[in-house]
């Protein structure tokens, strides 16, 4: 059974950072793809960055220069560094493990960035 955890969501001031860390237990970890999503109010879930098993990672251009997605692989945590906060980065951020092309979500942590 999959289960991911968020934490390090809060409010920060616009220029501002914090760092996102979702714990996850379960089987495949090492082998899975790690991403981050968020969700603004009244606007769809998208997906700002991922990580594959190799490292790979991949930032959306929302994001891309201000935050760095990076996975643990002996602590089985995937973080995500966020730095130069903006206003519209304000939404429900989401960690979630894509196994063999099956998503599994964690409960979300609220990031809330003041002007």
């Known amino acids: 059974q999959v289960q991911l955890v968020e934490s390090g969501g809060g409010l920060v001031q616009a220029g501002g950072s914090l760092r996102l860390s979702c714990a996850a237990s379960g089987d495949y970890f090492s082998t899975s793809i790690m991403g981050w999503y968020r969700q603004a109010p009244a606007k769809r879930r998208e997906l700002i960055a991922s990580?594959?098993?190799?490292?790979?990672?991949n930032h959306a251009d929302s994001v891309k220069g201000r935050f760095t997605i990076s996975r643990d692989d002996v602590k089985n945590t995937v973080d995500l560094q966020m730095d130069n906060l903006k206003p519209e980065d304000t939404a429900v951020y989401y960690c979630?493990?894509?196994?063999?092309?099956?998503?599994?979500w964690g409960q979300g942590t609220q990031v809330t960035v003041s002007s």
């Open positions: 979630s493990q894509n196994i063999w092309g099956s998503i599994y």
């Open positions: 990580i594959t098993s190799e490292g790979v990672t």
